[in-house]
């Protein structure tokens, strides 16, 4: 079985300031790992990915993540928060090989504070 | 490219009535679709998944049932709708072949009253 664990479901960073949103997982396999950003009222949108090979990963608006797999991480960066980053964000794993079941986390609100 | 719409966006529905969210997936053949909730503070649910025409698999007993009458169509139903049924309904899809990554639709807001 796999899951994922979100740690805190609300954040509040000032704007201009580090955003550090954590994701930890278990998977008894090689895990494929996701982050969505979730607007209000819209549905989710692919921020990055992690399947083969670096695992520090860039993504959209100056998102960035890093698997760690002694950690079991995946925690999701952005060295400079924007208004505009506002917005729920969601960690997801489907395990590698055969028919993968994709497994949310419970998601973080991040607030960004002018 | 690939596209994915759900329809109607928003759906206010008595209790009791019926209930038919549609969701359709171009630019790809034979994806995996998916039906998720999202109810307040909770997070995302599994409500079904199918890998192909025919094929439902439910992940949570409830009165919801899902239908795939083509290949990239898919329906979500309820002959009479609960107060707890309110919520975010996403549809999403997924390529078996190699990317694994899912994408998901604009989403459908339910509100029963």
């Known amino acids: 079985a796999q899951s994922v664990t979100q740690l805190g479901s609300h954040v509040s960073v000032s704007e201009g300031a580090l955003v550090l949103l954590r994701c930890n997982y278990s998977?008894?396999?090689?895990?494929?790992l996701f982050w969505y950003v979730q607007y209000p009222n819209q549905g989710l949108q692919l921020l990055l990915k992690?399947?083969?090979?670096?695992?520090l990963v860039k993504g959209i608006n100056g998102f960035e993540a890093e698997f760690k797999k002694s950690e079991t991480s995946f925690h999701l960066t952005k060295p400079s928060a924007h208004m505009s980053d506002a917005a729920e964000y969601f960690c997801?794993?489907?395990?590698?090989?055969?028919?993968?079941?994709?497994?949310f986390g419970t998601g973080t609100k991040l607030q960004v504070i002018p | 490219s690939q596209t994915i719409h759900q329809w109607p966006a928003t759906l206010v529905q008595p209790v009791g009535s019926p209930l038919s969210l549609e969701c359709t997936v171009e630019?790809?053949?034979?994806?995996?679709l998916y039906w998720y909730r999202q109810a307040a503070g909770r997070g995302l649910q599994l409500l079904f998944y199918?890998?192909?025409?025919?094929?439902i698999s439910s992940e949570v007993p409830q009165n919801l049932s899902a239908s795939r009458p083509q290949d990239r169509q898919f329906i979500l139903s309820s002959k009479k709708l609960l107060l707890s049924d309110s919520g975010f309904y996403l549809c999403?899809?997924?390529?078996?072949?190699?990317?694994?990554?899912?994408?998901f639709g604009e989403g459908s807001w339910l509100t029963v009253v």
């Open positions: 999403a899809w997924r390529d078996k072949q190699g990317l694994n990554t899912i994408y």
């Open positions: 998977s008894s396999v090689p895990p494929y």
């Open positions: 997801a794993v489907i395990r590698s090989g055969g028919y993968q079941k994709v497994t």
């Open positions: 630019g790809t053949s034979n994806p995996n």
């Open positions: 992690y399947t083969t090979g670096a695992t």
């Open positions: 199918s890998v192909g025409i025919g094929q």
